[in-house]
C-alpha cells in the first residue's frame, strides 16, 4: 500500500499552447508534490503532476480522476486543487511526466516515477485518452479478438530475440574475459536472461503513441535487487499504425483513421456515477483481464475515500464482485451481484457481516 504523505501545491504556469482535438480544447497546469515525511523542515518538493483543464467539465474530470487514480491512488478534490495544496497518501518518492505527440484523437501521458517500499525502484507509466469522450484507451479496445493475439505473438518473439542476441554478445565475452569481476557479471547475467519469463501482455501492458506508431512496453527480467546488471531494462517494441490497420476493432479505426464516429462497447476505461442506496457514488472500472477479471475503485461523494472491489465478468454482462476490508484483516466486507444494462451497471450492494442489502444504480459519465 502506499504510505508516503505529500502535500500537493498548484503551479499556474500552463501549457504555452492548448491541445486541440475536433470536440475538446484543452491545457495542462503542473501541480507540483511535496512530500512531508521524512523532513525536519517538513516539506520536500518531490516531483509535479498534470492537471487538465478544459470547458468541458465533464472531459476534464474524467481524464484527471484516471490518473489521479490510477497513478496516486486519491482523489484531489476540487477544493484541494483550487487551493493548490491537498495532502495525498502514496510510495512515490519521484514523478515527472510530459505530453507525448499523437495522432489528432488521442492524448498519451507518459511519467518517470520512483515508488518506494523495503526498495526504491524507477519505472515508466503510460496513460492514453480518447479525446473526444475523456475516456481511457486500452490496448484490447484498439484491436480485434485476432488482432490482439497477433500482437501478443509479435511483442513475445521480439522480446525473445532481443535476449537471444544479447545473450550471444555475453557469450562472447565471457569467452574472451580475462577479469574475475566481468566473468562473474557475465555468468549473472546469462543466468537473469536465461530464467527470464516472456509473459503474455495484458491490459495491464504499458503502451502509448507516437504521431505514426503504437509502443508496446514489457516488463523487464529483473527484480529490484539485481537491477543493476539487467542492461536491457523495459523492453519497447513499436509498430507503425498504418501495418497495423488490419488488425483494429471498428472502435480503433474510428479512433485511429477518424470518419464517422464509433463508440467503444467496453465498460473497460470508463467512469461512471450513480448511486450505493441513497448514497452519492463515482467509481472507475479501469480494465478488465483477458480472463475477465477486473478490480474497479469507487467512493462515496460525501467521504471521497477510496474503496476497491475486485471481481469477474461473465458472460460478458453480469459481475461478480467482493469488497474487502484493507485497513483491517482484509477480509471480505460486501459482496456485490450486477448485471450491465444500457451501458451501465445495476444490482445489489450486500453487507457481508450484516446481510444489509442495497441497491446498486451506476451510469456510464
Request: charged share 25%.
Amino acid at each position: 500500500m502506499k504510505k508516503i504523505v505529500l502535500l500537493i501545491a498548484l503551479s499556474m504556469l500552463a501549457c504555452a499552447h492548448p491541445v486541440w482535438t475536433q470536440e475538446n480544447v484543452f491545457q495542462f497546469k503542473t501541480l507540483k508534490l511535496k512530500n512531508t515525511k521524512g523532513s525536519i523542515s517538513g516539506v520536500i518538493e518531490i516531483g509535479n503532476f498534470p492537471l487538465l483543464v478544459s470547458k468541458n467539465k465533464r472531459f476534464a474530470e474524467k481524464i484527471n480522476t484516471f490518473l489521479q487514480v490510477e497513478e496516486l491512488e486519491t482523489i484531489l478534490g476540487t477544493k484541494a486543487v483550487t487551493s493548490g495544496l491537498a495532502s495525498v497518501t502514496t510510495s512515490l518518492a519521484s514523478v515527472s511526466w510530459e505530453v507525448l505527440q499523437t495522432p489528432g484523437n488521442i492524448l498519451s501521458i507518459s511519467f518517470a516515477m520512483e515508488g518506494c517500499g523495503a526498495y526504491c525502484d524507477n519505472y515508466d507509466a503510460y496513460a492514453n485518452f480518447d479525446t473526444r469522450t475523456g475516456d481511457m484507451i486500452l490496448l484490447r479496445h484498439l484491436l480485434t479478438k485476432e488482432g490482439f493475439e497477433v500482437m501478443n505473438r509479435k511483442v513475445k518473439a521480439n522480446k525473445k530475440a532481443t535476449i537471444r542476441l544479447f545473450m550471444k554478445e555475453t557469450r562472447e565475452k565471457l569467452a574472451k574475459s580475462v577479469s574475475k569481476d566481468d566473468r562473474e557479471l557475465y555468468k549473472e547475467q546469462l543466468f537473469l536472461y536465461e530464467t527470464c519469463n516472456t509473459h503474455d501482455i495484458d491490459d495491464d501492458a504499458g503502451f502509448y503513441f507516437t504521431e505514426n506508431n503504437i509502443v508496446i512496453t514489457s516488463s523487464r527480467c529483473s527484480a529490484h535487487v539485481v537491477r543493476a546488471i539487467d542492461d536491457l531494462g523495459t523492453f519497447s517494441f513499436a509498430h507503425e499504425i498504418e501495418e497495423m490497420e488490419k488488425y483494429l476493432s471498428p472502435y480503433g479505426v474510428s479512433l485511429l483513421k477518424g470518419g464517422q464516429f464509433v463508440k467503444n462497447a467496453s465498460i473497460g476505461g470508463k467512469m461512471f456515477k450513480g448511486t450505493i442506496g441513497k448514497y452519492p457514488v463515482t467509481a472507475l472500472l479501469t480494465r478488465v483481464q483477458g480472463d475477465n477479471s477486473f478490480s474497479m475503485w469507487y467512493w462515496y461523494e460525501k467521504h471521497m475515500t477510496l474503496i476497491a472491489w475486485s471481481g469477474k465478468m461473465h458472460n460478458g454482462k453480469t459481475l461478480t464482485m467482493t469488497e474487502r476490508d484493507v485497513k483491517g484483516d482484509y477480509k471480505i466486507v460486501a459482496s456485490i451481484y450486477a448485471e450491465i444494462k444500457d451501458g451501465g451497471i445495476q444490482g445489489v450492494w450486500k453487507n457481508s457481516i450484516t446481510g444489509e442489502k442495497l441497491s446498486l444504480n451506476l451510469v456510464e459519465y
